[in-house]
């Protein structure tokens, strides 16, 4: 078992490398774990289905292997290619084995992805061991002689000097390595001894290693926390005052816990025997049990009960229901905040941050499908004013919500209202504690932290799993900007949003918006986090989302921010018999006893009818696969996007052609100010809405902009650029003339205009536009031929103009002038007189280029 134990203890870090759980996901080392752990566990034997169950079993597989995405994917492919070689006619000893081993990590990894899950949940709804545990945890640093106090979950210890602060938590002591570990080998064992021994002999052995294995296990963790330790204060003693902070990193290096896991591996081979088995051989694929040792059992199939079973249990897990829509009437509540507010429009006027860190472009996004309406300061909140709404936005309080308006918003709920609470990091403004007032009455918090990426603390991308939440199952990857976590405490709900390689820090009181530096603190919890949460009180919907930021003017038409937004409003404004309790509780129960109980009664038949236990993975597979599938089109169908009543101008950012830096949250993708971010944040100040696409999706919009392309234009592209433009499409194309390898003549030549960088400076120059007395000073530009002039550089067209059909296409050659640093590198920044000329002229080149706003 040498060889199996350390397989296992690969397919128990395959998890850490293949989804990022801690570090960013590393595939190409996750694939060469899966290849080594094949060949460790080829030695495993396996219990083989005839030909037939065979074919049936890879038949089942194929559509989980089509659906699942990586890393999961692995489980049915090999699952199914190993079962494949078995049957294969010509197959060589060499080739059967590593089929052999296929099969054995397909079923372990099974075992342990559905632990991962279990932990992940458990992990996201609170980090923090119980209270008994963390004194157990406590115990190890004051045995090793070092002066210890345990505070709740907080373990404090006096060394180097100094008091360390130590989170208590699931991943310091058993973390999802060490348990998918244990999870994978007591299905390791469950195959070795389900060959071996027969009947009650079968279970007796397989428990008694069982039981070996736990201990060796738990047994573990007091010298894994003491290693941990032991490290943390090592490399506190080598570092300097600069770096000493983040000598915890440690604690989120996956690397750390897969070494760790060396004391289980060695633990369980020395412990745990491996009992004498027979060769491979003696059970062949079409092996069939002799007919009078098995008892006839009614012959209802037992793979069909249990893949019904599990049918009906991810029914239970997955689905939401999401009931008919209301009336639409969304109600942002502007009193007790002066964050981020919807009264200053985003327009040409105001910048810096009233300008920018505001609400009014996703509150006139919304204008288009909803009634938006606002409850202003001088407004109360009360039962009358909240009949007006159908959904309540609470968001970012600045001060604290009086006994009287809570209760009016709690009797909201209850009576069928919905309610949208939006927080942000670290209680900044005591935004979260003026919010926890109301959300307590739900059972939920916001936690008083921030939220980093492990590796890139502020680059946070969430991807929707494949089963989502109905909020987030049109919302394509995005990234997080500064985030709190939420949490759930005991209520009862989903996570509408869970993410994994995460860590939190508490607040820096000294700091302005008490926002703590990026480093790895030895106080911090990391692992999975909840950042939204759907529940349901009484008659109402109640969602809580833990990013304010991403909502403002300056992110919001970012990929994912917009939709992520019209899926909590367009949820919210629905309403179901299941939000009652009651009702809820009278389908979950029944749903769950009948799932339970078809998956127990297929195990019991399978035991008794000797079916091979592949056919019963497989089976569980194709049923989970069935009603994933059902429940996506489910939730599709149910909260389709609603209808546009008053459709805003859109205009298209491509990026098919275009792969210039522009903005991620609120810092630019291009540090050195070379990057686009700006002028993209700009556009919508104009009346507009934005959105980035490529391929056929950017053709979608009322108009096009294309800054500075230089991937290669394909004929396809550039007939269906032809066919935009002649049916009415409005196209800018932004091109500079310190860009190298541009293509934007692959663009404009088929339209009569062309751009040439073969241009000389022009000492103290001015650009002038047509119908305007604005002049903005320009010292070199791209020349533009062709066309109707709109812009010079002295005598030189810099910007012009083509009609074509009933659309336009134009060329701006100076688009250097509008990159971030010479747009003044941030939103934040005030502009002076030539900052503000420079800005005209950008709207005034758009404004002749695109179709008019509102």
């Known amino acids: ?92 000893r060499g080739l059967r084995k590593l089929g052999r081993g296929a099969v054995a990590v397909g079923a372990v990894l099974l075992a342990q992805s559905l632990a991962l899950q279990v932990y992940s949940t458990l992990t996201a709804r609170s980090h923090e061991l119980p209270r008994p545990l ?126 760790l896991l060396a004391g289980p591996v060695l633990l369980a081979i020395r412990l745990i025997r491996r009992p004498s088995a027979p060769d491979e051989e003696d059970q062949p694929a079409g092996h069939e049990p002799n007919a009078s040792s098995v008892r006839r059992w009614p012959r209802v199939p037992a793979p069909l009960l249990i893949g019904v079973g599990v049918a009906v249990l991810t029914v239970l897990l997955h689905w939401d229901p999401v009931g008919r829509p209301k009336s639409g009437r969304i109600m942002f509540v502007e009193r007790h905040s002066t964050w981020e507010p919807t009264t200053e429009p985003y327009r040409t006027t105001v910048y810096g941050e009233a300008g920018s860190y505001n609400y009014a472009g996703i509150f006139e996004y919304c204008g288009q499908y909803y009634e938006m309406l606002r409850l202003l300061e001088d407004e109360e909140i009360n ?90 199952g049109r919302v394509p990857p995005m990234n997080f900007a500064v985030s709190c976590s939420i949490d759930p405490g005991r209520s009862v709900g989903r996570m509408a949003i869970r993410n994994a390689g995460l860590y939190n820090l508490p607040p820096a009181y000294q700091e302005s918006n008490y926002h703590p530096q990026a480093e790895y603190r030895t106080d911090m919890q990391y692992g999975a986090w909840c950042q939204m949460w759907a529940t349901r009180c009484g008659e109402g919907r109640v969602l809580a989302f833990a990013d304010s930021t991403l909502f403002s003017n300056f992110c919001v038409y970012q990929p994912g921010k917009k939709e992520l937004f019209m899926g909590m409003v367009n949820w919210l404004n629905r309403t179901s018999a299941f939000d009652r309790l009651w009702v809820r509780l009278l389908v979950v129960v029944p749903l769950g006893l009948a799932g339970a109980a078809l998956l127990y009664l297929g195990l019991w038949l399978g035991t008794r009818q000797n079916a091979s236990w592949l056919m019963t993975v497989a089976a569980g597979l194709a049923g989970w696969t069935a009603s994933s599938l059902a429940i996506i089109a489910l939730h599709r169908c149910s909260m389709p996007t609603p209808t546009i009543e008053r459709p805003l101008t859109h205009v298209v950012i491509d990026r098919t052609v275009s792969e210039v830096p522009l903005h991620t949250g609120a810092f630019p993708d291009d540090k050195e100010g070379r990057g686009y971010g700006l002028l993209e944040q700009w556009i919508p100040r104009i009346g507009n809405y934005i959105s980035r696409q490529e391929g056929a999706g950017a053709f979608t919009g009322d108009g096009l902009v294309i800054i500075c392309p230089t991937r290669s234009v394909s004929a396809d ?115 002076d007189a030539d900052l503000l000329n420079r800005f005209e002229a950008l709207y005034a080149l758009l404004r002749a280029s695109l179709p008019a706003g509102s």
């Open 1 to 92: 078992m040498i060889r199996a134990w350390i397989g296992i203890a690969l397919l128990a870090a395959s998890w850490l490398l293949g989804l990022g759980y801690f570090q960013p996901a590393n595939h190409f080392l996750w694939l060469c774990a899966l290849v080594a752990a094949t060949v460790l566990l080829s030695e495993l034997p396996i219990h083989w289905p005839n030909r037939r169950q065979t074919l049936v079993a890879i038949l089942l597989l194929l559509p989980g292997a089509w659906l699942m995405p990586l890393p999961y994917k692995a489980i049915p492919v090999l699952l199914a290619a190993g079962l494949a070689v078995q049957i294969a006619p010509r197959a060589r």
């Open 134 to 259: 963390a004194k157990l945890v406590g115990a190890v640093p004051r045995l090793l002689g070092i002066d210890t106090a345990v505070d709740g979950s907080v373990v404090a210890m006096r060394s180097l000097g100094e008091t360390h602060r130590f989170a208590a938590a699931w991943e310091l002591a058993l973390d999802p390595a060490t348990f998918c570990f244990l999870v994978g080998g007591l299905i390791a064992l469950g195959l070795l001894h389900c060959v071996v021994a027969n009947g009650g002999d079968r279970w007796r052995t397989w428990l008694r290693s069982s039981l070996v294995l736990l201990a060796v296990t738990f047994a573990w963790v007091p010298f894994r926390v003491a290693m941990l330790f032991g490290i943390v204060f090592h490399r506190t003693l080598r570092a300097d005052m600069i770096t000493e902070p983040n000598v915890a990193d440690v604690l989120v290096n996956s690397w750390v816990h897969i070494l």
């Open 383 to 472: 039962d009358e004013t909240l009949e007006r709404c159908d959904v309540l936005v609470i968001k970012t309080p600045t001060a604290r919500y009086s006994s009287r308006e809570v209760n009016a918003v709690v009797r909201f709920v209850r009576q069928g209202g919905s309610l949208l609470m939006i927080g942000d990091h670290t209680n900044v403004f005591d935004m979260n504690t003026f919010l926890n007032d109301i959300s307590r009455h739900f059972g939920f918090t916001f936690r008083n932290d921030l939220l980093f990426r492990v590796g890139s603390p502020y680059v946070q991308e969430y991807r929707p799993p494949l089963v989502a939440h109905p909020i987030v």
């Open 717 to 831: 592209y550039r007939n269906r650029l032809r066919q935009y433009v002649e049916l009415g499409g409005h196209v800018l194309v932004f091109d500079a003339i310190d860009l190298e390898g541009s293509t934007v003549n692959s663009l404009l030549w088929p339209f009569g205009l062309a751009s040439s960088h073969a241009t000389e400076p022009v000492d103290q120059g001015e650009m002038r536009l047509a119908d305007s007395d604005l002049k903005t000073p320009l010292e070199v530009s791209c020349q533009v031929t062709g066309g109707e002039p709109i812009a010079w550089l002295g005598e030189m067209p810099v910007a012009a103009r083509v009609r074509y059909g009933q659309g336009t296409i134009t060329a701006v050659g100076c688009g250097a002038l509008f990159n971030d640093t010479n747009m003044g590198t941030n939103w934040l920044v005030e502009p």
